[in-house]
């Protein structure tokens, strides 16, 4: 199993997967061939129907089941090279409203930070539906005010993107 673990690691670094992608892939391999146990580089789609069949009993959400599947289409397709194709589809996902803060709640939220630097930073990421990970890499030089634009480099898949910012920040 380790074998077949590092090599689809090295095949994912070489197409520069993200660190997050390898690390999520390798854990749903893993799973996957603890589930199987044995002959990994034999593609047996009811094998891995099963194994998506005991994730969901086991409760695990539609997208890591996904996740898992994708995995395992990437080591047949991209590691053994089989050329048999992979006819399973994905779980479908749930489709729920998401949530929307109030207007109280959002200003409570940004009433908690005392300090004005993280009030901006709160109160820009909110406005303009930045990510986590695209708010703490946030640059002075990545904001154009006269436009009221934000321009977030390498986010999400390593693409850069732009996104507005409200006029009641400025």
Do not use: W
């Not at 992608?21 to 061939?33: D, E, M, N, W």
């Not at 129907?49 to 009993?57: A, K, N, T, Y």
């Not at 998401?98 to 930070?113: G, H, M, T």
Request: aromatic share 8%; net charge positive.
């Amino acid at each position: 199993m380790q074998k077949e673990l590092q090599e689809t690691e090295r095949e994912l670094r070489i197409r520069n997967y993200s660190p997050k992608t390898i690390k999520s892939y390798l854990y749903g391999l893993r799973a996957y061939f603890a589930f199987k146990t044995s002959n990994y580089a034999d593609l047996d789609q009811d094998n891995i129907r099963d194994f998506l069949l005991d994730c969901e009993q086991k409760q695990i959400s539609p997208p890591s089941r996904n996740l898992m599947l994708n995995a395992i289409k990437f080591y047949y397709r991209n590691v053994t090279r089989s050329i048999q194709k992979i006819e399973i589809q994905s779980a479908k996902k749930p489709r729920g409203l998401p949530v929307v803060l109030s207007r109280l709640e959002i200003r409570k939220i940004n009433e908690s930070a005392k300090n004005p630097k993280h009030k901006l930073l709160l109160a820009i990421a909110y406005g303009a539906g930045l990510r986590v990970s695209e708010a703490i890499s946030l640059k002075v030089c990545d904001l154009d005010l006269d436009e009221l634009v934000i321009h977030i480099k390498q986010a999400k898949g390593q693409k850069d993107r732009i996104s507005v910012i409200p006029e009641s920040i400025v």
